[in-house]
């Protein structure tokens, strides 16, 4: 939802800057790989402490990433099988990164949380696995309540406010990204049901 309402904007302003990484020789593939990494090792050094407003600022520099190496793929003419897996790869990476970081603080410190924010990162893997197991049966799987797009803004968002200290910030913003992932796993397991029928 979100991410098609912004695709068309995001992308004019950015492909200037694409064409400028093109000219000095870095691929879309190194772009998705420096950014994975960047946002994964930041998230995991922020969010483990509890350090949540700075980690979501320097994790989130790394996350824009991501919009970049589509464009340079389409720019470049190298778009390929291989680069898209790479990229969803690394996009459950980043994912499990941050909430895995999350959880892990929240276990140090014994919060009742915990199971809340393994909720939404299993499913929020499981919304990626179906649409790929989808596609792979030959089964067009797309949209949902909450696609990446939508799960990162709630996450983003829920942990900036907690390191602002806003009370129960973290919590509602948990409790809403875990109850969005279900519901979009339950919408994409319905999607292939009625697509086999």
């Given at each position: 939802?979100?991410?098609?309402?912004?695709?068309?904007?995001?992308?004019?302003?950015?492909?200037?800057?694409?064409?400028?990484?093109?000219?000095?020789?870095?691929?879309?593939?190194?772009?998705?790989?420096?950014?994975?990494?960047?946002?994964?090792?930041?998230?995991?050094?922020?969010?483990?402490?509890?350090?949540?407003?700075?980690?979501?600022?320097?994790?989130?520099?790394?996350?824009?990433?991501?919009?970049?190496?589509?464009?340079?793929?389409?720019?470049?003419?190298?778009?390929?099988?291989?680069?898209?897996?790479?990229?969803?790869?690394?996009d459950r990476i980043?994912?499990?990164?941050?909430?895995?970081?999350?959880?892990?603080?929240?276990?140090?410190?014994?919060?009742?949380?915990?199971?809340?924010?393994?909720?939404?990162?299993?499913?929020?893997?499981?919304?990626?696995?179906?649409?790929?197991?989808?596609?792979?049966?030959?089964?067009?799987?797309?949209?949902?309540?909450a696609e990446r797009?939508?799960?990162?803004?709630?996450?983003?968002?829920?942990?900036?406010?907690?390191?602002?200290?806003?009370?129960?910030?973290?919590?509602?913003?948990?409790?809403?990204?875990?109850?969005?992932?279900?519901?979009?796993?339950?919408?994409?397991?319905?999607?292939?049901?009625?697509?086999?029928?």
């Amino acid at each position: 939802m979100l991410q098609n309402s912004l695709r068309a904007p995001v992308t004019r302003i950015i492909t200037p800057v694409c064409r400028g990484l093109l000219r000095l020789g870095l691929s879309a593939n190194a772009v998705s790989a420096m950014g994975a990494m960047g946002s994964s090792v930041s998230a995991i050094y922020f969010f483990s402490r509890g350090k949540f407003f700075l980690g979501v600022v320097i994790t989130l520099i790394f996350v824009l990433s991501d919009a970049l190496d589509g464009t340079m793929a389409r720019l470049s003419d190298t778009g390929s099988k291989w680069g898209a897996l790479l990229d969803s790869t690394l996009d459950r990476i980043t994912d499990a990164a941050v909430l895995g970081s999350l959880a892990y603080w929240l276990s140090q410190t014994n919060d009742r949380l915990l199971p809340v924010v393994l909720t939404a990162l299993v499913c929020g893997n499981l919304v990626s696995y179906i649409k790929a197991r989808a596609e792979s049966l030959g089964i067009e799987c797309n949209g949902g309540f909450a696609e990446r797009t939508e799960r990162l803004v709630i996450t983003f968002i829920s942990l900036a406010l907690a390191g602002l200290s806003i009370p129960f910030a973290l919590a509602i913003g948990m409790w809403i990204l875990a109850f969005a992932t279900l519901f979009t796993t339950m919408e994409r397991l319905a999607i292939v049901y009625k697509a086999t029928r």
